[in-house]
């Protein structure tokens, strides 16, 4: 395998913060006023952008509130958990060490609110190892759409054929492989119920990053 760059997801895939986006969605609806939030709100909403998460919720529950404010209140919600509490998984710094040692570069593709993106890596004291953090700020047709992959590949200087994009959720992992990215899935919590379906679609999956160090011996 002819590996040159990498693309990392961010949540799910790095950090270990989904679980926090499925808490504080319930917690943002139960504010205001939805009694009890179906359970897959959390799934239908980690496919979208930031601007289609909020006018999701307005439109689904009725919610007499502006994007802008659903946007700004739900950051607010989540923002003290990226930067103050959220890990990274195990073996990260680990993993990034190994890909310096071979001269391989990288960065993050997420659908994460970009001051979120950058407070939780600076914080683990990892935000400057990367090339970039693209998030919808600069490609707000999310992760459904190649374009943030393609923009990555093109900030990397590779090509697409020769770059690695490192998923945990089933759509984002499909829309990088129709582009023709080389496709790894790291295994998430949250996103087990889509194990057997990244699977069928010959998408490898790692338990962990330990794993991930290991392959980068074979590039």
Not at 49 to 55: E, F, K, L
Not at 111 to 116: I, V
Not at 190 to 198: M, T, W, Y
Request: hydrophobic share 40%; charged share 30%.
């Amino acid at each position: 395998m002819n590996i040159k760059g990498i693309i990392f997801d961010l949540d799910g895939t790095l950090i270990d913060s989904m679980e926090v986006w499925s808490r504080t969605d319930m917690a943002f609806l139960k504010e205001c006023g939805v009694k009890d939030p179906p359970p897959d709100v959390s799934d239908e909403v980690k496919k979208m952008t930031v601007d289609d998460s909020a006018m999701y919720f307005i439109n689904r529950f009725g919610l007499k509130l502006s994007k802008e404010y659903v946007i700004d209140r739900i950051e607010e919600l989540v923002r003290i958990q990226y930067e103050e509490k959220i890990p990274l998984k195990p073996y990260v710094p680990q993993l990034l060490d190994r890909l310096d040692e071979k001269g391989i570069p990288y960065g993050v593709a997420t659908a994460t609110y970009k001051r979120l993106a950058e407070a939780v890596l600076k914080r683990c004291g990892i935000y400057e190892r990367f090339r970039f953090v693209l998030t919808d700020e600069e490609y707000p047709l999310g992760k459904t759409c190649p374009d943030i992959f393609l923009g990555a590949a093109a900030r990397l200087g590779t090509e697409i054929s020769e770059t690695l994009v490192v998923e945990d959720s089933l759509h984002c992992c499909e829309t990088a492989k129709k582009a023709g990215f080389i496709l790894c899935g790291v295994y998430d919590s949250v996103s087990a119920c889509d194990r057997a379906q990244i699977e069928k679609s010959r998408i490898i999956i790692l338990s962990h990053l330990q794993s991930f160090v290991r392959c980068c011996d074979k590039w």
